[in-house]
Each structure stands twice: as structure tokens, then as C-alpha cells.
């Protein structure tokens, strides 16, 4: 155990490790490069606890991780609040999941039971109950799934009071990028920003995202272990006197997330093209396009502003959590579009591993140990 860490990225999940692990007494300092927008901010902030893609397709890892990461996330959240002075706008939403004639009843059967295997009830609604509860929605819509256990999350709230928290506890933030890991004698002894600046540290967790398999000096089974995938998000201002929606919405394709302060998000792209995240005509025009045609009022809405971010992929789609084949260098990514589900339970787990204590059995699954060659 050591009590000088450096972990490498300001995001939900490197931000989380560093105030978790600066409250559990360790001396923490985090590196930011604040020109590289994480992936939380073009994130719409809704949490189902459920609906990754691995949950959906079976893996009992991520439903066990889903399961824990419901349990505990509203108690982080109160910390967090506590910790930081301000809110992060946590709240319970349902969402109405819909479903048009044309399309894959699939999906819905899927989420219905993903969600019963970890303890979430559903209830199925014709398309004439679905207008009931929700009275703008398209006509087009053939049946749908309630989702009454659901919340909702600011993610750049989320962000700020991390940071806030983080300085309240302790830990230094240090805005750079890191060019290199650095190790000695086959254990981790800091980093190398790009200005030449070496900082010395017995610990380096790397928590930078879709950067995190890009930095020099990485162990080798985490060179190149995550991949980008860009995401965009549009934010509408509904007009006083405007029609708003009583649930979150979404579809196969594209959801709306209502906040309070009548502004929608809505969400969500996804582009395979490196490290690019520009926003673009094209994107903002099909989401604006599968909103109108999921809940028609969107279009009413004022334009507010275009959100792009980057989040890591790993290869088999399971988050990457656990210390390399370096002593003293961890790792946390590959988390997708679900960071802000599993920010605490990732937190938690590393901290563990820092003062060599037994963690959840759920993350052995996570381990970097599977990307080594073996």
C-alpha cells in the first residue's frame, strides 16, 4: 500500500478514484488535461442500472456489477453532495422505453428481463396506454416498457462536484497531459507531462478514458486497450407554456432525458472514427429526427447548445479495472456509456486494491490480466 498517488485523467471515474481515495487518507494528486472533454459530458446522465450492453446480452459480471452499483449509488451520492456543497441533481425519473410496429419487440423483451434479473420490475403498456401516460407521444408507437425504478443524473454536475470534493479532501489537480508512464525496477514511479515536468508518485492509477491505452509507457497488455467512440448530445430549451414530457423517453436509437429546468437532452450517437469527436450537421440532424418522431413537441424546443465526447471501448465491452502486470500501475476504463453508472463501485474497488484489500468478486471479471497475451 502506498500513500502518494497520481491518477492520470479529471473525468467521472478518474475524479471518483481520487476523492475515494484521498477520504481514505491517501495523498492524491490528479492530472487533467482540461482540453480533452471526457466522455461524461456529451452523456445525458440517465441511469438504468441495467441497460448496458453486456447486461443485456447475458454477462453475469456486469448484471452482479449492476446490481451492487444500484444498492450503493444514491449513498455516494449523498456524500458527494455533502462533501462538495453542491448538487450533482440526482433524482428519480421513469422512463417510458417504446417500441413502433416496424420495429423489434426484442428489445423490449430483452430490457424486461435484464432488469428482473437484478431485482427491477417492468410493466408493459399497450401504444394507446403509453399515449395515456405520456399524451404527445407519436402515434407511431405500437407498445412500450415502464421503467418506474430509474433515475437521472447532471453529468456535468456530477463532474463539478467530484472536483469539489475532491479539492475539499485534499487532492492536488494539476492540468496537463501526461505523455509518459514512468516505472523503475519493474514498479510504478510516476509520470512525464508533455512540458518535460516529472512528477514522482508510488501509485499511478490511469483513469484517462478513451486515452488510457494511448499514453507512453503503459504496461503492453494495455497499449491500445480501449478505443474511442464519439457520442453527441443536443440540448433544447422547451418554452414556458411548450408541451414537456412526463417521463425520459427512448427508443432503439435515441432517447430524451427531461430535466427539471425544462431543458431535454437528447441523445445518443455513435462513431467509430478515432479520436475525432466533432459535432456534426449530419448527427445533430438524425437526433433531432428520431426525437421528433419518438415525441413530436421536441421540435418546438430552442436550440441550446451540441455536447461531443469520447468513451472507451475495450474489445470485449467489459470495463478494464484492476493493477497491471506493473506494480504500482493501475488501471480504470473501458467503462463505455457507463462510467456514471459504475463510478462508485470502480472507485471503491481500486481504493481496495490500493491498501490490498479483498473486492468485489464481480471485478476479477474486469481484471487487465485478460488482455495479456497469453
Not at 36 to 48: E, F, M, R, T
Not at 68 to 78: D, L, N, P, S, Y
Not at 166 to 194: F, T
Not at 354 to 374: M, Q, T, V, W, Y
Request: with cysteine; charged share 20%; glycine share 8%.
Amino acid at each position: 500500500m502506498t500513500d502518494n498517488v497520481i491518477v492520470v485523467g479529471g473525468g467521472v471515474i478518474g475524479l471518483s478514484i481520487a476523492w475515494q481515495a484521498a477520504e481514505a487518507g491517501l495523498a492524491v494528486t490528479v492530472v487533467a488535461d482540461q482540453a480533452a472533454a471526457p466522455a461524461s459530458y456529451a452523456a445525458v446522465g440517465g441511469l438504468s442500472f441495467c441497460l448496458t450492453d453486456a447486461v443485456l446480452a447475458g454477462d453475469r459480471s456486469v448484471t452482479e456489477l449492476s446490481v451492487t452499483a444500484r444498492e450503493k449509488f444514491a449513498g455516494f451520492i449523498k456524500a458527494l453532495d455533502e462533501r462538495s456543497g453542491v448538487s450533482t441533481l440526482f433524482r428519480k425519473q421513469a422512463t417510458l422505453l417504446t417500441r413502433r410496429a416496424d420495429e423489434d419487440s426484442r428489445v423490449l423483451d430483452r430490457v424486461e428481463k435484464a432488469r428482473a434479473a437484478i431485482g427491477l420490475s417492468s410493466v408493459r403498456l399497450t401504444g394507446a396506454e403509453c399515449r395515456d401516460r405520456e399524451p404527445h407521444l407519436s402515434a407511431e408507437i405500437y407498445e412500450g416498457l415502464l421503467l418506474e425504478e430509474h433515475h437521472q443524473i447532471d453529468s456535468k454536475a456530477f463532474v463539478d462536484a467530484l472536483a469539489l470534493a475532491c479539492v475539499n479532501a485534499g487532492v492536488s489537480i494539476v492540468d496537463g497531459h501526461v505523455s509518459e508512464i514512468l516505472a523503475s525496477d519493474e514498479r510504478a514511479s510516476g509520470v512525464r507531462l508533455d512540458t518535460g515536468v516529472t512528477m514522482l508518485a508510488d501509485t499511478v492509477v490511469i483513469a484517462a478514458g478513451a486515452w488510457s491505452g494511448s499514453l507512453g509507457g503503459v504496461p503492453p497488455e494495455l497499449r491500445e486497450c480501449v478505443r474511442p467512440i464519439a457520442g453527441q448530445v443536443v440540448v433544447l430549451d422547451l418554452p414556458s407554456g411548450a408541451a414537456q414530457p412526463s417521463y425520459d423517453l427512448r427508443n432503439a436509437r435515441a432517447y430524451i432525458v427531461n430535466r427539471a429546468d425544462r431543458s431535454v437532452l437528447i441523445g445518443s450517437t455513435s462513431r467509430d472514427e478515432g479520436f475525432d469527436s466533432t459535432a456534426t450537421a449530419a448527427d445533430v440532424r438524425y437526433l433531432l429526427d428520431e426525437a421528433a418522431s419518438l415525441w413530436p413537441p421536441v421540435s418546438q424546443g430552442r436550440w441550446i447548445r451540441t455536447m461531443a465526447g469520447l468513451r472507451p471501448m475495450s474489445a470485449d465491452g467489459l470495463p478494464i479495472v484492476g493493477e497491471s502486470s506493473v506494480a504500482g500501475i493501475f488501471v480504470a476504463t473501458g467503462h463505455f456509456k457507463n462510467g456514471i453508472m459504475f463510478a462508485a463501485e470502480t472507485a471503491e474497488a481500486i481504493v481496495d486494491m490500493l491498501f490490498g484489500r479483498a473486492f468485489a468478486p464481480s471485478f476479477a471479471a474486469f481484471s487487465p490480466d485478460r488482455l495479456i497475451e497469453k
